[in-house]
């Protein structure tokens, strides 16, 4: 079992770029995540996923876009990137939404914006 | 106003000591998971322990176990026996049943974290 996994590990973009961060996992998990990690901060929610076709904004959604492509899959997009989202980004699946679930998180993607 | 609160910036333990990594929580739903995780210099986020906010005894999981003040809104970690592999960045974080908009989609709030050192 991978879990969840994350792609690319590192990645340096100029302002104005665009890319996609892919996530996918293979625990049969319904609900996903994408966070972010500012230095000496927690963790914050971009987007979430609660079950497969549905998608919704989390506390910091501006600037990005998130695809479930399937049940095993949930990508993030950042449309024309800007130095402030230089940053950290996890990925990560649960069995449900349900409060008492733990979720299960992807390795991390650390990107930089010049 | 903070929904997790983790007032020990750093903190210090002996190798083979234990040591206390303080949580206090906001909320005003009665269904509530609480959570502990790990985050070595590496950087993945490892799940260590989790307490449901109706559970009457206190989770353990090994060296790990989280002494739930539901009262007190606390929900600190203690850490048994230190390791020099326990040196890493512990946050703790809140799964609640509903978002505003009433539907439960199960976001973790997470506090600032705790960087702990262990010194042999």
């Known amino acids: 079992n991978a879990g969840v996994t994350q792609t690319p590990k590192f990645q340096v973009l100029k302002t104005g770029q665009s890319m996609t961060l892919q996530c996918a996992q293979d625990?049969?998990?319904?609900?996903m995540y994408w966070y972010r990690q500012d230095p000496g901060m927690g963790l914050r929610l971009i987007y979430y996923?609660?079950?497969?076709?549905?998608?919704d904004k989390g506390e910091v959604p501006n600037g990005y876009n998130v695809s479930r492509l399937n049940k095993r899959e949930f990508s993030l997009r950042l449309e024309s990137a800007a130095p402030s989202q230089t940053s950290v980004y996890f990925c990560?699946?649960?069995?449900?939404?349900?409060?008492?679930?733990?979720?299960?998180f992807g390795p991390g993607t650390r990107l930089t914006v010049t | 106003a903070q929904k997790i609160t983790q007032t020990q910036p750093g903190m210090f333990v002996q190798e083979k000591e234990a040591v206390t990594l303080d949580c206090t929580y906001d909320?005003?739903?009665?269904?509530?998971?609480l959570f502990w995780y790990k985050q070595p210099s590496s950087g993945e986020m490892i799940f260590l322990i989790y307490?449901?906010?109706?559970?009457?005894q206190n989770a353990t999981e090994g060296r790990y176990s989280l002494n739930f003040q539901k009262a007190r809104k606390s929900a600190n970690l203690v850490i048994s026996a230190s390791q020099l592999g326990d040196s890493a960045m512990y946050f703790c974080?809140?799964?609640?049943?509903?978002?505003?908009?009433?539907?439960?989609?199960?976001?973790?709030?997470f506090g600032q974290g705790t960087i702990l050192t262990v010194h042999p």
């Open positions: 996923s609660a079950s497969e076709g549905t998608t």
């Open positions: 990560a699946s649960s069995v449900s939404a349900a409060v008492f679930y733990e979720q299960y």
């Open positions: 974080a809140m799964r609640e049943g509903r978002n505003a908009g009433g539907t439960s989609y199960g976001k973790l709030t």
């Open positions: 307490q449901g906010s109706y559970d009457e």
């Open positions: 625990m049969n998990h319904n609900s």
């Open positions: 909320t005003s739903d009665q269904s509530y998971g």
